[in-house]
T-cell receptor
Framework: GQNIDQPTEMTATEGAIVQINCTYQ??????LFWYQQHAGEAPTFLSY????GLEEKGRFSSFLSRSKGYSYLLLKELQMKDSASYLC??????????????FGAGTQVVVTP | DVKVTQSSRYLVKRTGEKVFLECVQD?????MFWYRQDPGLGLRLIYF???????EKGDIPEGYSVSREKKERFSLILESASTNQTSMYLC?????????FGSGTRLTVV
């Protein structure tokens, strides 16, 4: 199984940068995902990392270090619409054939004017 | 785009009622999942299915059952609803490379 830890809440100002950390413990890591969830809505896919390093996608970047069991999601040039919960999810090799992921509790990001 | 449709956005049911939550996906995915989401606990897996008529228990299956008679449809059943099953229920469909979620059903059991 996995243990996934991420901060409960972070607050940042519009235009700033925020880094959301995620640490995990798994018996057989096979991919890490970040999802964004606005209040009352379904989670939507943001990024997928399976190899070490940084993946950049516009204002959002995701980093993975498998040896440290660590990932972060970097949100740049924050906008008010980025206020949402950000979910870290890990796929375990033991259940890889079924695509089953384990989710963290989510980090609520509050963007202030 | 993959579309995952949950039949109801809001439901209110009485304790002891049998409750059906329906989920339909249109991308021919083999894998489908039911999660519940509660504040501070995140998404917890109830059941999943990797093929028609196949089902596997997730982390919190007690009090729930599922049905997958057709590839596109995965139903969650609360055999006898209880107040501790008040929650947001999310269906997902996908592959090893990511899920698409439905819009969720907020169930209140009174």
């Amino acid at each position: 199984g996995q243990n996934i830890d991420q901060p409960t809440e972070m607050t940042a100002t519009e235009g700033a940068i925020v880094q959301i950390n995620c640490t995990y413990q798994t018996s057989g890591f096979n991919g890490l995902f970040w999802y964004q969830q606005h209040a009352g809505e379904a989670p939507t896919f943001l990024s997928y990392n399976v190899l070490d390093g940084l993946e950049e996608k516009g204002r959002f970047s995701s980093f993975l270090s498998r040896s440290k069991g660590y990932s972060y999601l970097l949100l740049k040039e924050l906008q008010m619409k980025d206020s949402a919960s950000y979910l870290c999810a890990v796929r375990d090799r033991e259940t890889d054939s079924w695509g089953k992921f384990q989710f963290g509790a989510g980090t609520q990001v509050v963007v202030t004017p | 785009d993959v579309k995952v449709t949950q039949s109801s956005r809001y439901l209110v049911k009485r304790t002891g009622e049998k409750v059906f939550l329906e989920c339909v996906q249109d991308m021919d995915h083999e894998n489908m999942f039911w999660y519940r989401q509660d504040p501070g606990l995140g998404l917890r897996l109830i059941y999943f299915s990797y093929d028609v008529k196949m089902k596997e228990k997730g982390d919190i299956p007690e009090g729930y059952s599922v049905s997958r008679e057709k590839k596109e449809r995965f139903s969650l059943i609360l055999e006898s609803a209880s107040t501790n099953q008040t929650s947001m229920y999310l269906c997902a469909s996908g592959t090893d490379y990511g899920y698409t979620f439905g819009s969720g059903t907020r169930l209140t059991v009174v």
